[in-house]
């Protein structure tokens, strides 16, 4: 199983759907944060802990292939179906939204000054 080159198609695809940056895929999970779920940032550390312990000849014989192909599994169905720009849009309309609301709280306070003063 090469690893390595799983492993990098996974963070090219966290970078694509998740706007993540970063150089490797233990950088782009750490990047990506709680944009992830809790489960699948699990996973993924355990697929970066296998790519740590590959490197070792005693420890690579320790490595759960199972977990680490249900690993990519679950990370690539999930990452498949993230759509970046309804993510983008989603966070431009949450950032209209409290501004809209602030403006708004902004506007009534004006009206409440004018009024108690009697302008």
């Known amino acids: 199983m090469d690893l390595d080159r799983r492993a990098d198609k ?6 694509a759907r ?3 940056g970063g150089t ?3 950088a782009k999970v ?3 944060g709680r944009r992830l779920p809790k ?6 550390g355990y ?3 296998a790519m740590r312990m590959q490197a070792s000849p005693r420890l690579s ?3 759960d292939w199972a977990r680490v192909e249900r690993a990519f599994a679950a990370a690539e169905r999930y990452l498949r179906r993230v ?3 309804d993510r983008r849009r989603g966070i431009a309309l949450d950032w209209l939204a409290g501004n809209a609301f602030n403006l708004l709280i902004v506007a009534a306070l004006v009206a409440a000054v004018i009024a108690w003063r009697g302008l």
Do not use: S
Request: charged share 35%; glycine share 4%; proline share 3%.
């Open 10 to 15: 996974l963070a090219r695809l966290i970078e």
């Open 18 to 20: 998740l706007d993540a």
């Open 24 to 26: 490797g895929l233990e």
């Open 30 to 32: 750490a990047h990506a």
């Open 39 to 44: 489960y699948l940032r699990r996973e993924l």
């Open 47 to 49: 697929i970066v802990e």
């Open 61 to 63: 014989r320790q490595i």
């Open 83 to 85: 759509d970046p720009w």
